[in-house]
């Protein structure tokens, strides 16, 4: 048994490490590659997709998972890597190795139009790209074959083990409370504050996200922060966890804040177990564990009012002529500003949810071939006037506001809600554990905070599976009801209830 | 036989793409990898390096080629793919998969080292490491077994089908001739030129280089100019090219020069036949034509008195305070100074392959066993003396200057002398078929020259291998005459003759 799982680990190194290289490719895609690179790097996306996709489903990786099938013995992460090992092999053997080809350039050769479309809102340029990756999808979806629905293999890739059928009855629940919580809050907390309206250097936002992320325990020595169209974070291991954002001249907050929610998800790849980086293991568990840790990072640190005590002054000394006054209170409205707006991640953390369920209606429609990529504008303004109350009146601000699609990323958005879920559940045991916690984030002091992290939750890397890791963190299973008490405090709270 | 052509062009074109991918791991690890991603990017280098190894070997690409070989009928590309891919399955056969692999990830590891043990002056930093790669590369050297002396083999990997052997009498003849022209000229056009040394923003610099690129027909569309440690030259594919640079704040020549050089290489590359570009064909046929071109444009344009008509007066406009009255007299003296000096790329063109001389005889000695690690920075000091007249007093102006060996390259070396002496014949025939080149490059007009150079060499790709593409374009085989004679002519002119 030892032995075939050291063969084993001999299959699963060598593809952990090009997958290393395929991070690379898709981040040097996005901040750095000349326009009339694309053809060529679509190319090498696809070439190596092949080559991990043939590691994948290599039949002697197959049989030894048979061997190992009782995995009595094993070690706790030796048995999440023939669980995690199990999974990609079973999802790999249904895909045929030309859709995975096809996939992969798709995906590449999508990208860059996307960009291009949105800057100049065309819809009409990116349609044929996405149409032609969803119809890759919608073959992916049927040779997976999980679950109920066609939306439940693609969602599985991203959350293992979800359900659409298990998540209809969250998004409802969110739907329902969020919707009566923004009618009570009607336009109390919608007004812009002042001083925070204006001229912001680049330059300057720069320097200031650079202070955050050092503050919040990023650690540059093992990452980079960049610009691109549309802020990620790209991890080539836990040495190199890459950041991006993207900056408002005329507002520092959307720029601020999308790099605090970046450094949740880097802060989380940097924290993982460095010792199972080679497998699966030493990876991130879910998107919905990920989302988790950058919403913490982003809401319940980055909008709380002590880390607004200790931010206002960071503020107030980045840009002087225009915060030289601004008042750690004037920050808390700021940064909880509720109001419907069409970008989602600018949203406060009422109507973000609403742009997810947006979001998964047309996805889900999207597979099961209800809607078709042409009616997709029209579907998106119906919706938002719905769920958001919202007239939109370009693309750019409706359907091409996200590189999810072009990337090939169906299926991807629920898990921002997971994470809303996950993170309001993690925050609570954190409080728990952490009597001082007010008071150092009042002071700049996060080492705690990702010290508990880490220990509960970046360093177990996938060792637990997402649901089991939430029992082992919170001693629950994932539920709404954290999440939802959390708002109607707080906004309870800022209403001056 | 199309049919084996066909199947053998479905091998070839995934290496092509997955050497797509190496080249970005290369390019990104001296540009943008942060510190810690070493030992990961180490490890995607060495998977990766034994992916293209395991195709490379594939015996069915083997008795492809055993089937291929009455190569009737086929077209040049074809037959130069056929040449060239036979060459690299037999190299690669050759070589155990460990040594591939193990000399992917000591390569990858060594760089970063190199670059620290530079920076600090810190030769014992990078001893260990040079040891590990030279102790592969002896391996290497043994394992493919090319011509008649370890260092043939390392020499034939960048300059196919060269020999030591042939090399001697060239290297000889030119340390003769240089030697004596160096004694000739004495300290008549060492002095510095007084405005040209001093303070030089480095933003201005870049700005320069840009124009100069725009200029010269480099295509940044197809392409980025970043900063390195070492200046290189690196391409994803023709459509991404990508330059880099380093700057000297007190001196505006080193910065302008290498970025000239390195647009040689890069023009070469842009230029490469894009039909061909995920086969051999559509590659670089040697490294001594690839230095051809960057020599060309650094040295037989850059430093030509035409040329500098025209650089004067960018140089006047992007450094006003200093360089306001800068005339075109005084450039050319500025960039056309000889007298020794320790730094290879900053070289003039009389020193310059004295610096090869010394590299040759050192990496020859460690490849022989008669030279190991500790003892270089001996030799290098003794050779300095007696080649080039020098006292060298640190390790970062002696052999840590250079980043080669720290990526394995030894035996690259002598492709720059088997540049200079392509580059001065290919001028000479450059000279004779566009008799307005001196007017056109006085007023910085360079697309007759790239266009003839496009037509004659870059669109030729690896069609014709070295030696017969300098044949087809200069109607004779290399020789070291055109090159003395260019140097004799041109220091007679500017010493007044």
Redesign the interface.
Known sequence: MPDAYARLLGHL??IQ??N??RA??GW?QEV??????????A??C???A??VHARLTDPELGSLLADLLPADGLAPAARANVREARRAHERAVRLPVTLVRDLAEAASLAQPEWARARDDDDWDRFAPHLARVLDLKRQEAAALGIGDEPYDSLLDEFEPGARTADLLPIFRRLRVALTALLDRLGPALAAPVEPLVGDFPVGRQDELNRRVLSTVGY??????LDVSTHPFTES?????V?ITTRYSEDDVLPGLFSTLHEAGHALYEQGLPAEH??TPAGQAVSLGIHESQSRLWENHVGRCPAFCHWLAPVLRQTFPERLGRLAPDELVRAVNRVRSTPIRIEADEVTYNLHIVLRLEIERALLSGDLEVAGVPAVWRSLAREYLGLEIWDERTGPLQDIHWSMGSLGYFPTYTLGNLYAAMFWNAARSALPDLDRDLAAGRTAGLLGWLRAQIHGRGSVLAAADLCRAVTGRSLDAGDFIAYLEVKYGELMGH
């Open positions: 190194q060598p490490r090009l290393g290289a690379l490719l040097d750095m590659m000349p326009p009339a690179g694309a053809r060529s790097r190319d090498t696809a070439a190596l092949e080559v650690d540059f020595d093992a990452g980079r080539m291991g836990p040495g190199d890459r980086r080679d």
